[in-house]
């Protein structure tokens, strides 16, 4: 059975390449996710994925070996397609997840619960999800720890994008801070290489930076001064 879209796919596939979290390497904070979620369920599986155009990717798991799946038979397909919590009590009597290859063979999935992981308030990337090889049931209060979890995966997210921006910044302060020497009179920059460049596209190659022109007060009084002086 296909899985729909998000009506904003266009935006949440673009959302989720701006945070570079697709096949991105373990990480601990991530790892302890999936391993507390497991604890509080007391279930054999735990995962925290994404969901891209074609595929389900784990950025944390436990109790399983694989690191993907296609995105048409990942349950997390449809997590992400709202913002409550999914359960699915047994994918046996679910016609949704019946025919599914990983409910009729291995690792056996009949019971899952899976929280999506919202960003800016505006997109699901993927979802916090624990599965387990019985049937089962979940609480009021296991869904609220879902959630939180997912909450916590998000602000993950955040803090790695923060991050990534400041490195960023960093780099491009250290390239600024190479400018020199600059020609005293025609305001050029000598580069790496010997060469020399006029400022504005030295920024555009090295900062990806846009300059916009304008006029200072003091250059402006002088301007005036001259005009009025033809």
């Known amino acids: 059975m296909s899985v729909p879209k998000p009506e904003n796919e266009d935006k949440r596939l673009e959302i989720l390449e701006q945070y570079q979290i697709m096949d991105s390497l373990a990480e601990a904070a991530y790892d302890e996710i999936v391993a507390v979620a497991s604890e509080i369920f007391d279930t054999p599986m735990a995962l925290i994925t994404f969901v891209d155009d074609d595929r389900q990717w784990f950025k944390a798991q436990t109790g399983m070996t694989m690191q993907e799946t296609a995105r048409e038979h990942a349950f997390c397909a449809h997590t992400i397609l709202d913002d409550g919590i999914l359960v699915v009590e047994d994918a ?20 899952y619960a899976g929280a999506p992981i919202k960003v800016k308030n505006t997109v699901n990337l993927g979802s916090v999800c624990v599965l387990d090889s019985k049937p089962r049931q979940i609480t009021t209060k296991q869904e609220k720890l879902l959630k939180l979890l997912s909450s916590q995966v998000s602000h993950l997210l955040e803090l790695r994008r923060m991050t990534a921006d400041l490195r960023q910044e960093q780099e491009q302060n250290t390239q600024l801070r190479q400018l020199l020497p600059i020609c005293a009179w025609c305001k050029q920059i000598r580069t790496a290489d010997g060469s020399w460049t006029e400022l504005e596209q030295y920024v555009r190659q090295h900062a990806d930076q846009e300059l916009t022109h304008s006029i200072c007060p003091s250059c402006s009084s002088r301007l005036n001064a001259d005009l009025d002086l033809v």
Do not use: Q
């Open 92 to 111: 046996r009597k679910d016609p949704r997840f019946a025919t599914n290859p990983y409910v009729l063979g291995d690792p056996n999935i009949r019971f």
